[in-house]
């Protein structure tokens, strides 16, 4: 799986938009791209994925540059409740190949400031 | 839909004993469920691969003996750390892959709440 880098902390003050970028710069052709995120103390939860369009969902959107290389995850009203840590994630799909686990990095602490 | 459940979500337990940590997807079939270990401030880490009916896939230096694995049905997967030591507290985190494609026509993966085992 492909490397990715994310930045270890970002603030956001509550309502505006959280921008979270994360790079991944040897990406490969089949590789999607999956956004996590961890709230303290509880187990991973998927908020999105995709392979080279942008992509939104009641959560967030996901917007991956036309050169793959980097992409950046956009929760549009961030609350305190989004405070959590965003693990980007470059693999091949799950669907039909192989049952691999995740390897998360250690993603980006985002801070929801009141 | 797509709950994974664990149960316990903290157990407490003494050196030298077992502990077992159950993952149950409650409304879809999983054949292959994934588990995983976080340390303080350190991200997941993947332990092993289970899948139903067949002997787990340990990642390198996890040792199979202590970390013993059972899939026995679709929907259940056990952990059971044997002859625990304090330095085996940790929060342990099991995910289910769906059998099925979900509606955008990928097999997704859900994630339990996490169990956290402290052994003093």
């Known amino acids: 799986d492909a490397k990715t880098t994310q930045p270890p902390s970002m603030d956001c003050a509550e309502g505006r938009a959280a921008n979270l970028p994360c790079n991944h710069s040897?990406?490969?052709?089949?590789?999607?791209v999956y956004w996590y995120r961890q709230i303290h103390s509880q187990g991973p939860q998927y908020i999105i994925h995709?392979?080279?369009n942008n992509e939104t969902n009641e959560m967030a959107s996901l917007i991956i540059t036309e050169d793959r290389k980097s992409s950046t995850l956009i929760l549009p009203h961030a609350t305190l409740r989004d405070t959590a840590v965003y693990y980007c994630?470059?693999?091949?799909?799950?669907?039909?190949?192989?049952?691999?686990?995740?390897?998360f990095g250690k993603g980006t602490h985002l801070i929801i400031q009141p | 839909g797509a709950v994974v459940s664990q149960h316990p979500s903290w157990v407490i337990c003494k050196s030298g004993t077992s502990v077992k940590i159950e993952c149950r997807s409650l409304?879809?079939?999983?054949?292959?469920m994934f588990w995983y270990r976080q340390f303080p401030k350190q991200s997941l880490m993947l332990m092993a691969t289970?899948?139903?009916?067949?002997?787990?896939?340990?990642e390198q230096g996890v040792e199979k003996d202590k970390f013993l694995i059972n899939h026995a049905s679709l929907t259940l997967s056990t952990l059971t750390v044997t002859s625990a030591h304090p330095e085996d507290s940790s929060f342990y985190i099991c995910?289910?892959?769906?059998?099925?494609?979900?509606?955008?026509?990928?097999?997704?993966?859900?994630f339990g709440p996490g169990t956290r085992l402290t052994v003093t």
């Open positions: 995910s289910a892959r769906s059998i099925a494609p979900g509606l955008a026509g990928y097999y997704e993966q859900y």
């Open positions: 040897t990406i490969s052709g089949n590789e999607y």
């Open positions: 995709g392979l080279k």
């Open positions: 994630i470059v693999r091949a799909s799950f669907s039909g190949g192989g049952a691999d686990g995740l390897t």
């Open positions: 409304d879809f079939q999983a054949t292959t």
């Open positions: 289970s899948n139903e009916g067949s002997k787990a896939t340990y």
